[in-house]
C-alpha cells in the first residue's frame, strides 16, 4: 500500500508565502515522478509542478511559473513546492501526486492526471486579498 501525505497548508495573505511538503511511503514502492496538482471550488483538477527523478527536470504549469518551485530528495520520496508571491486565484487543496512507472507518453502527459498512479488526501492553500 503506497500512501502520500501532504503538509504545509493554510492560510496566507497575497503575496505572501507557503512551503508544501509530500512524503510517500510503501513497501517495495519506487517513485519515478512525484508531482503537486491543485483543485478550487467548482473547478476541475489542474496540473501545478512536477519533477522527474530520472533527470532532474522540473516541469511547471505556466499560471505558476516564477513564482512556485518544486524540489525534493529522491531517495526519501519526498517533495516539496515552495509557493511564493501567491495570488487568490491560488486558492484550492492541493494534491500531492506520483508516478510509480515511467513511460514516454508521460513526457507529452504530464500535466494530466492519469499520468500519476497514486495521489494524497489534499491540504487546503487559502490565500486573502
Known amino acids: 500500500q503506497v500512501q502520500l501525505v501532504e503538509s504545509g497548508g493554510g492560510l496566507v495573505q497575497a503575496g505572501g508565502s507557503l512551503r508544501l511538503s509530500c512524503a510517500a511511503s510503501g513497501r517495495a514502492f519506487v517513485s519515478y515522478v512525484m508531482g503537486w496538482f491543485r483543485q478550487a471550488p467548482g473547478k476541475e483538477r489542474e496540473f501545478v509542478a512536477a519533477i522527474n527523478w530520472s533527470d532532474g527536470r522540473t516541469y511547471y504549469a505556466d499560471s505558476v511559473k516564477g513564482r512556485f518551485t518544486i524540489s525534493g530528495d529522491n531517495a526519501k520520496n519526498t517533495v516539496y513546492v515552495q509557493m511564493n508571491s501567491l495570488k487568490p486565484e491560488d486558492t484550492a487543496v492541493y494534491y500531492c501526486?506520483?508516478?510509480?512507472?515511467?513511460?514516454?507518453?508521460?513526457?507529452?502527459?504530464?500535466?494530466?492526471?492519469?499520468?500519476?498512479?497514486?495521489w494524497g488526501q489534499g491540504t487546503q492553500v487559502t490565500v486573502s486579498s
Open positions: 501526486a506520483c508516478a510509480a512507472t515511467l513511460s514516454l507518453r508521460w513526457y507529452s502527459d504530464y500535466d494530466r492526471s492519469y499520468s500519476y498512479d497514486y
